[in-house]
């Protein structure tokens, strides 16, 4: 008996899975049973939870047999050969879509009143499911995220017949089954509890998944592309300002948001700028516009859904830190704290330094000597809550081995301290760590 239930499942799956971590991601559990399979594998890839909800249009006299399938926003597709070789007539057609549709329409109701659906464009799609027996379902499954956008889709389950697996391969661009039985009677042999999974379990599964979320991040009039991912029990959310150069999809700090959602925090990833504007690279150097972008988008995440209530914290990097203590200091923005990578504090001047009351961390390496001079510069300007951070051995883009992962570890325990503590706390005089 492998596994002791779904969850059980899931876990063992998401180690087989590790390989796709940092990838963009979407993890699409087929309800119901593989939601509780798809929840842990979920949280181990950092990715967002959604379900695909689909049906499969089976033959009327042999109903394992896919003529079609059917999927959320009027996905429909058939199988012209199967209904000519079976000989369904349209009006058999007929009846089995809509016999097919008025369940689909029943379950993505149920499940679109707490989530709505991922978008799936250009994105890897992993299937899960609490296993496979003939694999029709599954898919069909497949052919609906594709239809949906999906670049690449892995099918992941605990078990499932090679023959199937075979199968599937052609419609999948992976497969991954723990278990592949030569003679296999039924998956809940392959489980101790293989007890049914209701909407209910489904609906609390979803809601408790991290919320990631590509959205239109606002900034006054404008609307700039992003990325926000809260987990649940999120102790607060840390939006980023890229260094120049640099986007939302900056490597370095996908790295470290990741690493701060295993800190039980939320992130906001976004473009600063819009193209016309990165087109006159005066505007990447210019800290009074990107402040005031940075303090009107925190004004705006402050009003969002998923971050209502929560703290709010800035992760700059290199001119994006001089922008984060910029807005620290603009009107109506509560900061609880901030962190800087290989920041250029310089660019602030130190009159404005001097106003920002947010507890700031200033990470440096400690081979980039230009920039670790100019943050002890800017240190001594600043009257909050302070600290020089010196990671060893490190230059200015943190690409030596363990260096980022330090950078990440710094500023996770710096927004955990400063966001289970009121924002603007007393000032006190820092050191260099």
């Not at 992993?126 to 892995?154: F, P």
């Not at 990447?284 to 969002?304: I, K």
């Not at 109506?332 to 330094?353: F, N, Q, Y």
Request: glycine share 8%; with cysteine; net charge negative.
């Amino acid at each position: 008996m492998p596994f002791r239930d779904r969850h059980d499942a899931g876990e063992r799956l998401a180690r087989a899975l590790a390989h796709l971590q940092g990838q963009d991601l979407v993890v699409l559990a087929l309800p119901r049973g593989g939601v509780p399979v798809a929840a842990p594998i979920a949280r181990a890839l950092d990715a967002p939870l959604d379900v695909i909800c689909v049906r499969k249009l089976g033959v009327p006299f042999q109903r394992e047999l896919g003529m079609g399938a059917i999927g959320e926003d009027g996905v429909r597709i058939i199988n012209e050969d199967v209904v000519r070789m079976s000989g369904t007539s349209p009006r058999q057609l007929d009846a089995v879509e809509r016999a097919e549709r008025a369940e689909l329409e029943r379950r993505v109701a149920s499940v679109r009143a707490v989530r709505p659906r991922v978008d799936l464009h250009g994105r890897t799609a992993v299937l899960v499911d609490d296993g496979i027996a003939t694999g029709s379902t599954a898919a069909a499954a497949c052919e609906v995220a594709r239809a949906h956008g999906a670049a690449r889709v892995v099918l992941a389950v605990p078990v499932a017949p090679p023959e199937s697996v075979r199968r599937l391969s052609a419609v999948a661009d992976e497969v991954v089954s723990l278990e592949t039985p030569a003679a296999m009677l039924a998956i809940g042999e392959w489980y101790a509890d293989f007890s049914q999974t209701d909407d209910t379990e489904v609906l609390r599964l979803l809601e408790q998944s991290m919320v990631v979320e590509d959205l239109e991040v606002r900034a006054g009039p404008l609307a700039l592309p992003g990325t926000l991912t809260v987990p649940e029990h999120a102790l607060g959310v840390v939006a980023f300002a890229h260094g120049s150069g640099s986007s939302r999809l900056s490597p370095r700090n996908r790295a470290v948001a990741s690493a701060l959602h295993g800190r039980d925090l939320g992130t906001l990833l976004f473009d600063l700028l819009t193209p016309e504007e990165e087109a006159d690279r005066n505007n990447v150097f210019d800290v009074e516009l990107l402040g005031s972008r940075l303090a009107a988008v925190t004004r705006w995440l402050a009003g969002e859904r998923a971050a209502a209530g929560l703290p709010l914290g800035y992760f700059g990097a290199s001119t994006g830190a001089a922008a984060a203590l910029w807005a620290a200091t603009e009107p109506g923005v509560s900061v609880a704290a901030v962190v800087s990578r290989g920041g250029r504090p310089d660019l602030v001047v130190p009159d404005r330094l001097a106003e920002v009351r947010a507890p700031t961390l200033l990470v440096v390496g400690g081979a980039d000597l230009v920039v670790l001079q100019c943050n002890e510069e800017a240190a001594r300007h600043l009257v909050c809550e302070h600290e020089l951070a010196v990671v060893a051995g490190a230059t200015h883009l943190f690409e030596e081995p363990g260096t980022l992962e330090r950078v990440a570890a710094l500023a996770g325990d710096w927004f955990v301290a400063h966001m289970r503590q009121p924002a603007n706390a007393v000032p006190s005089a820092g050191g260099e760590d």
